[in-house]
Structure formats: structure tokens, C-alpha cells
């Protein structure tokens, strides 16, 4: 089986309009949230996000497991 996650906006923490896999990596990504219509920088590698740029408020999940 085959699992997605959708990655949260590091903002204001709901879904944004990308899912990743496990072997997805981004690098200095452009993550764009339609709801709070902030953008922030983010890295990922192994299910890991990374903020680079942007709010962040501490502790929360930025991905939302769904599976496939």
C-alpha cells in the first residue's frame, strides 16, 4: 500500500493543496497556503518537513497521513 501525506500549512497548520510520498524530497520549496494565503520556504525528505522560511509556531504537525 501506498502512503500519502499532505503537508499542513506551518502558519495556520490545515491542509494546502500538495500531498507527498515517502520518497519525495523538496528543497527550498515554495509552499503556498489558499486559506491563510501565506507562503513559506519549506525542505522535505522522509516524511520530515523543514521550515526554512516563514511562521512557525512550535509543536505542530505540518503532515496529515492518508492512505492510498
Known amino acids: 500500500m501506498r502512503v500519502l501525506q499532505w503537508i499542513c ?5 490545515n491542509k494546502t493543496r500538495l500531498q507527498i510520498q515517502a520518497d519525495t ?27 526554512i522560511r516563514g511562521l512557525n509556531v512550535k509543536g505542530k504537525n505540518l503532515l496529515t497521513e492518508y492512505p492510498v
Open 9 to 13: 500549512c506551518p502558519v495556520c497548520g
Open 25 to 51: 524530497e523538496l528543497k527550498n520549496f515554495p509552499l503556498y497556503c489558499p486559506k491563510c494565503k501565506q507562503e513559506s520556504l519549506i525542505d522535505a525528505k522522509n516524511f520530515q518537513i523543514t521550515v
